[in-house]
DNA sequence: CATTTGACTTTCG
DNA sequence: ACGAAAGCCAAAT
């Protein structure tokens, strides 16, 4: 197995119940910051390991991105089973449930609002 | 070897 | 906030 794959994994494990990371988020801390793509073909390569929480993957909308109706449905009870609510839109509040691995060990920025079109 | 494809992301209008 | 277009990277055709 490749080390970035290895990588990838072990990111992805890390990722606490009742929080999500994004496919780029995944692959900028992987060391691939463009590699949203590749994260993507590694949970194909991986879909069958049920060690893996890979239904705390979703796309940068805070969707769920899987095209199979059946796992998309699955990765949603899964969700809700580990506290993450959907809105109306059927989206993920990522400024709420997004998981931020914390490598910084200075001051931590919080409060970092995401999406604000008003203004 | 050139093209297409994909569970993506970002930018622009 | 949404849709379209371009970027990006690796595997499949």
Known sequence: MKPYTLRVITII??????????????????GSPRGARQVVRILHALSGIHKLPWHRVVNAKGEIAIKDEESRSLQMLH?????????????????????????????????RDEDEDIL
């Open 79 to 111: 969700l809700q089973g580990e506290g993450v609510v959907l809105n109306a839109e059927g989206r993920i509040d990522l400024a709420t449930y997004r998981y931020i691995p914390m490598d910084i060990d200075d001051d931590m920025d919080m409060n």
């Open 13 to 30: 494990k890390s990722i606490p119940a009742g929080s999500v990371m994004t496919y780029g988020q995944v692959a900028a801390v992987a």
